[in-house]
Structure formats: structure tokens, C-alpha cells
């Protein structure tokens, strides 16, 4: 089959796709986004897109990545990297993943140098935050200090980059799972996560980033369904919530 062919037969397998929807009654689109329809962002060829984070963008992403089964994991990294590939073939970008489960902002500044300054990336897309909760209440969520961390972090990767596109994606919870719905987690989680998306529009402005606003895309599509549609522990989202991820990713990134 021709490329032009393929290309043409991946658009109508989209089409496709909303159609069969429509038939089981589908009548809005959690994701904010129609399918497909997106336009594609401007990237040079042989752009390096480093996407790094905690166990939401890690998804078991092969620490080997001359394996090229395993090398990106199976989150929204992984979906972004394959529309683009596809939609985008002479393109020729490069996709890294550098999520480890687990991670706080702090592990973040500390693998900074090696994990995002020695990659050399032309676009740093990062999701952190979820891991910094204190939902003891003996401990306290430090925002200060949590700011000025990122502002660090940030500044260092674009002093190494002056031209450097960033994208900052805001945590997010649902309320899903026991520790949210039974485990007393909820209230805390929800006002410390607010407070961490507030620094991030902040920071966003300050690197002229783009702003995907993870929180509200999750709200928004948990109205219409349930959380546990989307997020099964409150925390970590399902196939579905990292299509909607990518969906709203390549929006931003594309507008």
C-alpha cells in the first residue's frame, strides 16, 4: 500500500471510529477534543521530545531502549508518539521517556542534569506533583519551597536551551479509589493539588510554556461518566485517561 494510501485510509479509520460512536449514543466528547482533529504542531525535523514525571508517564518504559518493543512505555507518551508518528512521518522525531514511578519534584531536581540537561531535548514536557501530597496531618505541603524547586529546575534546562519549547502539565486527583472515597485522602489532596496547578499557571507564564490543564480536562470528563472511568485509585489514570491526555497534549501543544 502507498504511503499516501495509508495515510489517507488511517484518516477515515478516525472517521470511522466516531461514527461507531455515534451509534452507541456517544453524545460529547470528555476529552474536549473530536477524535483525531488536531492541528499539527510545528516541529522542526529531528525535534527531541523529552517527556519526564513520576509513575503516571513512566508506565514501565524500557530502561533499554535499544529495545524498540518497550522503549516508551504504554502512557500517553506512548500515544502521543504514535500519532505524531503517523500523522507526521517526515518529520522524524524523536521521543524519550524519562517518568520514574514514584518520583516527587525533588527526585526531579536531583536526575535533572543527566535526565534533561545531557539529553539535549528542543521540547521538555513535564507532569509532576501528585507524589509531593502530605496527606498526613502531621505533615504540611511545603508550596514555597515546592515553587521554587520547579523555578529552578525550569530556568536550568532553558539556560541549557535558550530556544527550548516547554510544556507543563498540571497533577491532578479524582475522586476514585479507597483512599479518596473511603481513606480520608480527598479534601487534602484535592486543596494541595490546587495550590500545585496555581505555581504551574504561574511558571507557565513566567517560560512562556504551554499549559495543559490536566485537572480541569479529568473534572471535566469525570461529569460525565465517573472518576473511576478515568482514574481507578485517584491517582492513576486508565487506558481511557491517558487518551485524554495525549488528546488535549497535542491541542495545546498545536494551537
Known sequence: MK?????????????????????HGAKSHPSGVTGYQYRLPRLKEGTRLLFIGDSITDM??????KDRNHYLGHSYVYLIASRLGVDMPQAKLEFFNRGHSGNRLTNLKSRWQKDVIEMKPDLLSVLIGVNDRKVEKVSAFAADQWEADYRDILTRARKANPALRIVLLDPFVLKSG??????????????????????????????????????????????????EQ?????????PQGHELIARNWLRAVSA
Not at 60 to 65: D, L, T
Not at 192 to 211: N, P, S
Open 60 to 65: 514501565k518504559w524500557g530502561r533499554n531502549e
Open 3 to 23: 504511503r499516501r494510501n495509508f495515510l489517507q485510509a488511517g484518516a477515515l479509520c478516525g472517521g470511522a471510529a466516531a461514527t461507531t460512536g455515534a451509534a
Open 178 to 227: 479507597w483512599w479518596m472515597t473511603k481513606g480520608g485522602q480527598w479534601e487534602t489532596s484535592r486543596t494541595q493539588i490546587a495550590k500545585m496547578c496555581a505555581i504551574v499557571t504561574r511558571l507557565t507564564g513566567e517560560f512562556d510554556a504551554v499549559h495543559v490543564k490536566t485537572q480541569e480536562v479529568f473534572d471535566a470528563a469525570a461529569k460525565t461518566v465517573s472518576p
Open 230 to 238: 478515568w482514574i481507578w485509585d485517584g491517582v492513576h489514570p486508565l
